[in-house]
């Protein structure tokens, strides 16, 4: 059985993760022959990421579910500890993409590759996090906590989840920010294009 809790996880990961990309994809692109547009959807991407994830899923994740995995399966805690250890420090991360992407716009080219290459490394260890998440402590989870763990996890996951993972869970106010993603994006991340 997948609880709500763990599903919730799966799916927030699953919409970071396709953010993280387009991000990527966005700077393959390049800023082509709207710049303006091309620093909107950037901005608007990097505030999902710093707004959601950092503010609601780590905290779900840190103060909830690690916890009791730890207490219950001993050799995950030094997995843990450094998935903890990356939730402290990625609000600060964001935050220092965010100004390398406004020093690309407002300085000009000779900023472009720090933001670059920041975005591309913070990406790959986005990325990694999950995935060392969803192969080590979601399997030990689902072996080791109970029902009423997992009940007490469902109840606390369905108050705040992302804003962008489930259309029908997604929270009204994130809709003019997930619009003006999809619509200013150009094909294939968006619909600008079209």
Same mark, same amino acid.
């Given at each position: 059985?997948?609880?709500?809790?763990?599903?919730?996880?799966?799916?927030?990961?699953?919409?970071?993760?396709?953010?993280?990309?387009?991000?990527?994809?966005?700077?393959?692109?390049?800023?082509?022959?709207?710049?303006?547009?091309?620093?909107?959807?950037?901005?608007?991407?990097?505030?999902?990421?710093?707004?959601?994830?950092?503010?609601?899923?780590?905290?779900?994740?840190?103060?909830?579910?690690?916890?009791?995995?730890?207490?219950?399966?001993?050799?995950?805690?030094?997995?843990?500890?450094?998935?903890?250890?990356?939730?402290?420090?990625?609000?600060?991360?964001?935050? @220092?993409?965010?100004? %390398?992407?406004? =020093?690309?716009?407002? !300085?000009? /080219?000779?900023?472009?590759? *720090?933001? +670059?290459? &920041?975005?591309?490394?913070?990406?790959?260890?986005?990325?990694?996090?999950?995935?060392?998440? @969803?192969?080590?402590? %979601?399997?030990? =989870?689902?072996?080791? !906590?109970? /029902?009423?763990?997992?009940? *007490?996890? +469902?109840? &606390?996951?369905?108050?705040?989840?992302?804003?962008?993972?489930?259309?029908?869970?997604?929270?009204?106010?994130?809709? %003019?920010?997930?619009?003006?993603?999809?619509?200013?994006?150009?094909?294939?991340?968006?619909?600008?294009? &079209?």
């Amino acid at each position: 059985m997948v609880h709500d809790s763990m599903r919730t996880i799966i799916d927030e990961h699953s919409a970071l993760g396709a953010m993280l990309r387009s991000l990527i994809m966005m700077m393959d692109r390049g800023p082509m022959d709207d710049s303006d547009q091309f620093f909107d959807v950037l901005r608007a991407m990097l505030f999902y990421v710093d707004e959601f994830p950092e503010r609601l899923h780590h905290p779900k994740e840190s103060a909830l579910l690690f916890p009791r995995v730890a207490q219950l399966v001993p050799e995950t805690q030094e997995t843990i500890r450094q998935l903890d250890n990356d939730h402290a420090k990625g609000e600060s991360s964001v935050r @220092e993409l965010q100004h %390398l992407l406004l =020093a690309w716009e407002l !300085l000009g /080219e000779s900023r472009r590759f *720090a933001f +670059d290459h &920041a975005l591309r490394a913070y990406c790959l260890f986005y990325l990694e996090h999950m995935r060392l998440e @969803e192969t080590v402590i %979601l399997p030990a =989870a689902q072996k080791m !906590l109970t /029902e009423a763990d997992w009940q *007490a996890l +469902d109840e &606390a996951f369905v108050l705040n989840t992302d804003p962008m993972a489930q259309k029908s869970m997604r929270d009204p106010s994130f809709d %003019l920010l997930f619009s003006r993603i999809v619509m200013q994006a150009p094909s294939p991340i968006g619909l600008a294009d &079209a």
